[in-house]
């Protein structure tokens, strides 16, 4: 047998999808065998992982503040330890530029100017089967070069070529998170975690490719909350190059440090990962979520104002980005900012010019503060964060030297939350609501990356939004204008805001309101947005994930 089709078993490796086109290309036998090796070797630790987060969370909202470890203080006061230095291809990293990997978006990446893609397999692409199976045919077609192709609308061609193999940026591939399920592929009869699918694949098929061009295989890690679920990809990593015969260390990760619990422990996971670490990013949407996540329930103190006044320069969130330049020059690890959400508009000149004037405010704070790149989602964005990098670092290709020893670390600092200026207003209620709506219609139809309003959404920007709107109701939180926001005014408003949809045929608003009913309005809070919406997301084949597949997860 050297093909695998849906329902189909072997060797406990079971798929459930309507095949599609070239997937066989994808899921060998070999490959599924390799991946079938990373499950079983840690799936039950895996388990075991996200339980302590739900027992993690349960103690914050008991009032047990996140602190510094005691256990760990030998591994921060040791001043002798380095991670890994940079690999090939990730000496220079001053523009990044994200986004999913489907075949227009990967030709468009690599040509943009950037130094690296963030080939995003998580936060701005939906799971898919097409999506996760394209998007691996179109990393390998790439690198093959095989992938260029003309496209055709309103009678007009255009070509998508890729430039010549010395302009192309290093990929870097982001693996979905710990939590998602891949309900398409069942291992011994169980899910298997959608980022060792993504990770597994990728690896199998193309580190050896990757090698022969002078690079290797590296990783961006999501969601990660603490240094142990670091250990657990560090131990994926040390078995994927012993199965594969690949010298240790060929792997590189940069950790997003984009939960609240992670900010405490950033010496002790590069320290976990250090012979695979290349550094940290600074992943400030899904920061702002985990932090109304866990702190939800704690009252006044922990209610943040509207989405677009939590800005970087609020005092909790500069205490992190300083603190994890810090933690990362100390070990000779990168330090890369986060993503601006505005998006250039083109046909708007005035929206144009302020997406371009906030973006560069946003990546002169960042250079300013040691960051040694920093993220962008739209080609048209490259040339400002290049600029403005090119600025402060000019010939070097980095500031690792800067060791940002004038910053005390301050875990006190991180959940000053109090320190927060600003009000709630109807209008951010109101912008909530809508982008939440929209963003989830859009994933329902395969598009995780949307613009909106001129700022690009992904899945972390809406789970602020909706979670904004559950702790604003149980705090009986209060507008600019004394208006008490209750579960009854968010229902009205979302009647309002639904009706003034632009309806399309095909559209999925009908399940994205009820899915965005679950998430903000109900008693219970669903850890993210993305677990209910898999549950009732359909595929090519309109098959739905099971109940028992996604409590597995």
Request: aromatic share 8%.
């Amino acid at each position: 047998m050297n093909s695998f089709t849906d329902n189909f078993t072997i060797n406990g490796i079971t798929l459930t999808a309507q095949p599609i086109c070239r997937q066989n290309e994808v899921l060998t036998p070999d490959a599924l065998a390799f991946v079938a090796k990373l499950h079983r070797a840690t799936a039950e630790r895996r388990q075991e992982l996200l339980q302590a987060r739900r027992d993690r969370r349960g103690q914050i909202a008991k009032g047990q503040d996140p602190r510094f470890l005691k256990e760990t203080e030998e591994i921060r006061n040791d001043p002798n330890w380095r991670v890994a230095p940079p690999a090939p291809g990730l000496e220079d990293r001053r523009v990044e530029i994200t986004g999913p990997v489907d075949k227009k978006m990967t030709i468009n990446a690599l040509n943009s100017g950037a130094k690296v893609w963030l080939a995003d397999m998580e936060d701005s692409s939906t799971p898919t089967w097409r999506n996760v199976i394209q998007g691996q045919l179109n990393l390998t077609d790439a690198m093959e070069r095989r992938i260029d192709f003309t496209s055709t609308s309103d009678g007009r061609s255009k070509e998508y070529k890729l430039r010549p193999a010395e302009e192309l940026p290093t990929i870097v591939v982001r693996p979905r998170g710990w939590h998602l399920p891949e309900k398409h592929l069942l291992i011994d009869g169980v899910p298997i975690a959608g980022g060792i699918v993504d990770f597994g694949l990728y690896f199998f098929h193309n580190a050896r490719r990757l090698l022969a061009q002078g690079k290797g295989p590296y990783f961006y890690l999501p969601k990660i909350e603490n240094r142990l679920e670091a250990r657990l990809w560090n131990d994926i990593f040390i078995l994927a190059q012993d199965f594969l015969d690949i010298p240790q260390g060929t792997i590189r990760a940069t950790v997003l440090i984009e939960t609240i619990t992670a900010a405490f422990e950033m010496e002790e996971i590069l320290y976990e990962l250090r012979d695979h670490a290349a550094g940290l990013n600074a992943g400030r949407w899904d920061y702002i979520f985990s932090l109304i996540k866990n702190f939800r329930t704690r009252g006044p103190r922990f209610v943040l104002p509207d989405r677009a006044q939590v800005t970087m320069t609020q005092p909790f969130m500069r205490a992190y980005t300083e603190q994890l330049v810090r933690a990362c020059h100390k070990r000779g690890a990168m330090a890369i900012g986060g993503m601006a959400a505005a998006v250039p508009n083109r046909k708007d000149e005035v929206a144009n010019a302020n997406a371009l004037e906030k973006v560069r405010a946003d990546k002169t704070r960042e250079a300013n503060d040691g960051f040694d790149g920093s993220w962008v989602a739209h080609p048209d964005l490259v040339p400002v964060c290049r600029e403005v990098f090119d600025g402060v670092l000019g010939e070097r290709r980095n500031q690792l030297d800067r060791l940002r020893e004038d910053v005390i670390p301050d875990d006190r600092a991180l959940i000053n939350v109090a320190a927060t200026e600003g009000t709630i207003t109807e209008t951010g209620i109101r912008n909530n609501i809508e982008v939440g709506i929209r963003y989830i219609e859009s994933w329902l139809r395969g598009n995780g990356a949307v613009a909106i309003h001129n700022l690009m959404e992904d899945a972390a920007t809406a789970e602020i939004s909706r979670s904004q709107l559950w702790q604003w109701i149980y705090a009986h939180a209060i507008t600019d204008h004394g208006e008490i926001i209750t579960r009854q005014w968010v229902e009205d408003l979302l009647d309002e805001e639904f009706a003034k949809l632009e309806r399309f045929d095909g559209d999925r608003f009908t399940d994205a309101r009820d899915i965005f009913e679950e998430v903000t309005l109900s008693d219970q809070f669903p850890t993210f947005l993305t677990l209910p919406a898999y549950a009732r997301f359909l595929t090519e084949a309109r098959e739905e994930a099971s109940e028992e597949e996604l409590s597995a997860a």
